[in-house]
Protein backbone atom coordinates (compact mmCIF):
# COMPACT_ATOMS: atom_id res chain seq x y z
CA UNK A 1 0.00 0.00 0.00
CA UNK A 2 1.12 3.66 -1.28
CA UNK A 3 1.75 5.87 2.74
CA UNK A 4 3.73 8.68 3.36
CA UNK A 5 4.27 9.42 6.96
CA UNK A 6 5.65 12.61 7.66
CA UNK A 7 6.56 13.30 11.48
CA UNK A 8 9.08 15.79 13.80
CA UNK A 9 6.93 18.19 14.73
CA UNK A 10 6.52 19.84 17.40
CA UNK A 11 6.44 22.95 19.85
CA UNK A 12 10.01 24.96 19.89
CA UNK A 13 10.64 28.46 21.08
CA UNK A 14 11.77 31.02 18.20
CA UNK A 15 15.07 30.60 17.13
CA UNK A 16 15.16 27.11 17.50
CA UNK A 17 15.58 23.99 15.33
CA UNK A 18 13.51 21.06 14.07
CA UNK A 19 14.08 18.37 11.63
CA UNK A 20 10.78 17.29 9.58
CA UNK A 21 10.76 13.13 8.09
CA UNK A 22 8.95 11.75 5.55
CA UNK A 23 9.03 8.23 5.24
CA UNK A 24 7.78 6.12 1.97
CA UNK A 25 6.39 2.79 1.76
CA UNK A 26 4.67 1.53 -1.72
CA UNK A 27 6.73 2.98 -4.03
CA UNK A 28 10.33 5.06 -4.05
CA UNK A 29 11.03 8.29 -3.92
CA UNK A 30 13.84 8.46 -6.38
CA UNK A 31 11.23 7.89 -8.97
CA UNK A 32 9.40 11.72 -8.11
CA UNK A 33 9.76 14.75 -7.37
CA UNK A 34 9.40 15.20 -3.31
CA UNK A 35 8.35 18.34 -1.45
CA UNK A 36 7.49 19.81 2.00
CA UNK A 37 4.38 22.04 1.87
CA UNK A 38 2.48 24.04 4.84
CA UNK A 39 -0.43 25.60 6.17
CA UNK A 40 -1.10 28.04 8.77
CA UNK A 41 -5.16 29.58 10.08
CA UNK A 42 -5.94 31.48 7.30
CA UNK A 43 -3.55 31.01 4.54
CA UNK A 44 -3.39 28.78 1.71
CA UNK A 45 -1.62 26.30 1.34
CA UNK A 46 2.30 26.96 0.31
CA UNK A 47 5.09 25.62 -0.76
CA UNK A 48 8.40 24.90 1.26
CA UNK A 49 10.91 23.14 -0.11
CA UNK A 50 10.81 20.78 -3.18
CA UNK A 51 13.43 18.65 -4.82
CA UNK A 52 13.56 17.15 -8.03
CA UNK A 53 14.77 13.30 -8.68
CA UNK A 54 15.78 14.17 -11.98
CA UNK A 55 18.83 16.00 -11.12
CA UNK A 56 18.79 16.48 -7.08
CA UNK A 57 17.90 20.33 -8.11
CA UNK A 58 16.08 22.35 -5.32
CA UNK A 59 13.38 25.01 -4.58
CA UNK A 60 12.94 26.56 -1.43
CA UNK A 61 9.99 29.79 -0.41
CA UNK A 62 11.40 32.90 -0.10
CA UNK A 63 10.53 33.20 3.64
CA UNK A 64 12.79 30.00 4.30
CA UNK A 65 15.99 30.38 2.46
CA UNK A 66 18.67 30.14 4.30
CA UNK A 67 16.97 28.94 7.33
CA UNK A 68 15.36 25.82 5.90
CA UNK A 69 17.40 22.66 3.68
CA UNK A 70 15.79 19.55 2.32
CA UNK A 71 17.51 15.82 1.66
CA UNK A 72 17.04 12.75 0.56
CA UNK A 73 18.87 9.45 2.20
CA UNK A 74 17.13 7.02 -0.78
CA UNK A 75 18.30 3.86 0.94
CA UNK A 76 15.98 4.58 3.87
CA UNK A 77 13.43 6.01 1.33
CA UNK A 78 13.21 9.48 3.74
CA UNK A 79 12.99 12.50 2.79
CA UNK A 80 14.23 15.73 5.64
CA UNK A 81 13.29 19.31 5.88
CA UNK A 82 16.02 20.86 8.32
CA UNK A 83 14.36 23.99 9.55
CA UNK A 84 16.61 26.22 11.79
CA UNK A 85 16.11 29.76 13.04
CA UNK A 86 12.42 28.91 13.31
CA UNK A 87 9.72 31.87 13.85
CA UNK A 88 6.68 32.69 15.28
CA UNK A 89 5.17 32.34 10.93
CA UNK A 90 6.43 29.14 10.33
CA UNK A 91 4.11 27.70 12.72
CA UNK A 92 1.51 25.34 10.86
CA UNK A 93 0.98 21.68 9.65
CA UNK A 94 3.76 20.51 7.57
CA UNK A 95 2.85 18.33 4.75
CA UNK A 96 5.42 15.72 2.62
CA UNK A 97 4.14 15.19 -0.78
CA UNK A 98 5.45 13.43 -4.16
CA UNK A 99 5.09 13.82 -7.90
CA UNK A 100 5.39 11.73 -10.60
CA UNK A 101 7.36 14.60 -12.29
CA UNK A 102 10.70 13.93 -11.45
CA UNK A 103 11.72 17.33 -12.74
CA UNK A 104 8.92 19.68 -11.67
CA UNK A 105 9.94 19.84 -8.04
CA UNK A 106 10.12 23.73 -8.68
CA UNK A 107 6.94 23.87 -10.19
CA UNK A 108 4.81 21.74 -7.49
CA UNK A 109 6.39 23.94 -4.83
CA UNK A 110 5.58 26.76 -6.47
CA UNK A 111 1.81 26.37 -7.08
CA UNK A 112 1.59 25.05 -3.53
CA UNK A 113 1.84 21.18 -4.27
CA UNK A 114 -1.49 20.97 -7.22
CA UNK A 115 -0.58 17.75 -9.28
CA UNK A 116 1.08 16.14 -6.73
CA UNK A 117 0.01 12.29 -6.74
CA UNK A 118 0.91 11.46 -3.14
CA UNK A 119 -0.12 13.23 0.28
CA UNK A 120 0.78 11.89 3.77
CA UNK A 121 -0.74 13.49 7.38
CA UNK A 122 0.73 16.56 8.27
CA UNK A 123 2.66 17.37 11.35
CA UNK A 124 1.99 20.34 13.36
CA UNK A 125 4.53 22.99 14.29
CA UNK A 126 4.52 25.34 16.91
CA UNK A 127 7.11 28.13 17.35
CA UNK A 128 6.46 30.13 20.48
CA UNK A 129 7.64 33.97 20.59
Known amino acids: EVQLQASGGGLVQAGGSLRLSCAASGFTFDDHAIGWFRQAPGKEREGVSC????????YYADSVKGRFTISSDNAKNTVYLQMNSLKPEDTAVYYCAAGSRQDSGNYYCRRGGYGMDYWGKGTLVTVSS
Open 51 to 58: ISSSDGST
